[in-house]
């Protein structure tokens, strides 16, 4: 599991992924598929941040923050943890919606 999370490929597929599910989520679509696209991109946040754990594990914290991408991505995935702690307690997160545009910067990745 750790070789997967390490691979970059790996990695920009679920980030291509989530962006088209974010992309996706702008329409006004059925309330069951917008809300089964709304877990898929929470599970893809949850992903997120097992790659981070993973990485801070295999690098330690100063060789994880010593890449400008990994500090770029720990910040965004502390900007995603309000929406996902709100997904898993069972709140709408309407209000937190613009915090998917900055998820989008990991595209910059690739």
């Given at each position: 599991m750790r070789t997967l999370f390490l691979n970059n490929r790996f990695i920009?597929?679920?980030i291509a992924l989530n962006a088209a599910i974010i992309f996706a989520l702008g329409f006004p679509l059925d309330?069951?598929?917008s809300h089964s696209l709304t877990f898929v991109d929470q599970a893809i946040t949850v992903l997120?941040?097992?790659e981070m754990i993973i990485k801070i594990g295999t690098y330690g914290w100063k060789g994880y923050i010593r890449d400008n991408w990994?500090?770029?991505d720990a910040i965004l995935i502390l900007l995603s943890a309000p929406s996902l702690l709100l997904f898993v307690v069972g709140i709408e997160s309407e209000g937190l919606g613009y915090l998917l545009v900055f998820r989008l910067t990991?595209?910059?990745k690739t």
């Open positions: 920009l597929v679920l309330p069951v598929l997120f941040i097992v990994n500090r770029m990991r595209m910059f």
